[in-house]
């Protein structure tokens, strides 16, 4: 279950403005849905998936262990299959070209509370997931300046958070190196204009557009490029989804599973608010859509259960993993319950589907997102 906790009484109660990096007038109008103790994870609310920015005081927050300390002077080191190892301060990095790219940041068990039969996790509903302009540096370039020799496969990222306590396992990713050496791939340090927040990797983190929250690695130290992938438990058991679609409930076994990394078409209902009362007339139903694949082709609508589906309008720019805002009106004519439901379609013709694929983590729920309203 969550809990909604206003801004003001979440900063009181653990002093974590810093973190967060929150201005005074964004604390009093925003609330963050809060999933669990410590770490805090912190869901952006639904009715904010209706813009194509969400904002930073709204920004979803997920960490395993919680933030180490700020440190603006921490190095990144660039080491292992390399030619010249490199050891860069953020001014180091900023005379590499600066990119900004606008894309989503979507966790792998956002919609996990939705799975059924229900699986272990943080019970994330819509709100793991939001989308930043993220400015920084390209990776292929800083890579480059390092030059990758034959052994190097993959890019082992490092944060400098440490686990509670030596028996947790470390977070640790590695992305291929031709991911690595993707244009869209950067390493961040300044989010929606801002300066990044603690909160969000400061000062300095991975995005991998396209790609699931888990490796896009916050407060990131150390690359380290290498013939395997990252070892340890978050690379080699965690974030995997099975290979083929099982029966919902029955446990997949490590051989029939691979990691996640590109995150399926989906769309969101953000407007009207499930369980609302509105007036006869002009209906509105509007939220995001988007796929790591491919750019969005198409939003459909149906108020009918599925009978007729009318095309959604788009607004903003298409891209692979980058969103859209979606709008559909219609005219309600008679007083009762309406529900809709949406579905989003990719440039590759990827569906999203009726139904979410079961797997034992929760990860990439993805079903036609249905909403129902009063209408008076
Ligand atoms: N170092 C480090 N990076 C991390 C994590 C973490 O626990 N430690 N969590 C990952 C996960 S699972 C997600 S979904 C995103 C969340 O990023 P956000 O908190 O900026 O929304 O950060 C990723 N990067
Ligand atoms: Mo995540």
Request: proline residues 9%.
């Amino acid at each position: 279950m969550h809990r909604v906790i206003a801004r003001r009484t979440f900063l009181t109660a653990t002093g974590a403005s810093l973190a967060l990096g929150l201005t005074r007038s964004a604390r009093a109008a925003d609330e963050l849905l809060v999933h669990g103790g410590a770490p805090q994870n912190l869901a952006t609310p639904l009715a904010h998936l209706d813009r194509l920015v969400t904002p930073n005081p709204v920004f979803f927050v997920r960490s395993h262990f919680g933030p180490p300390a700020l440190d603006r002077a921490r190095k990144l080191v660039v080491e292992g299959a390399v030619k010249t190892p490199l050891s860069l301060s953020l001014e180091d990095l900023k005379a590499f070209p600066e990119v900004t790219i606008t894309c989503v940041l979507q966790c792998a068990g956002n919609g996990r509370g939705l799975m059924s039969p229900r699986v272990p996790g943080v019970q994330w509903l819509h709100g793991a997931v939001g989308q930043a302009a993220w400015t920084g540096v390209r990776l292929k370039d800083v890579l480059a300046k390092a030059g990758a020799t034959a052994d190097a496969l993959h890019a082992r990222l490092a944060g400098a958070d440490l686990p509670p306590k030596p028996t947790v396992p470390a977070y640790l990713r590695s992305i291929p190196i031709a991911r690595a050496n993707d244009p869209s791939t950067i390493l961040a340090y300044r989010m929606n204009g801002e300066p990044l927040s603690l909160a969000h990797g400061a000062p300095l983190r991975l995005v991998v557009p396209g790609w699931a929250g888990d490796h896009w690695v916050k407060w990131l130290g150390s690359i380290r490029l290498q013939k395997e992938e990252a070892e340890g438990f978050y690379m080699q058991t965690a974030y995997k989804f099975p290979v083929k679609p099982g029966e919902p409930g029955v446990p997949v076994p490590p051989e029939a599973m691979r990691s996640v990394t590109t995150v399926p078409v989906k769309s969101t209902i953000a407007r009207p608010e499930e369980g609302a009362k509105l007036p006869l007339g002009e209906q509105e139903v509007a939220g995001v859509a988007f796929s790591g694949e491919a750019p969005i082709a198409e939003v459909e609508v149906s108020t009918d259960g599925g009978k007729t589906w009318k095309k959604a309008t788009l607004e903003g720019e298409a891209g692979v993993g980058r969103w859209q805002v979606w709008r559909h009106r219609f005219e309600q004519k008679t007083p009762g319950k309406v529900e809709a439901m949406v579905r989003a379609t990719d440039a590759k013709r990827n569906v999203q589907p009726e139904r979410a694929v079961w797997n034992p983590s929760g990860y990439f729920w993805n079903a036609w997102h249905k909403v129902s309203w009063e209408v008076a």
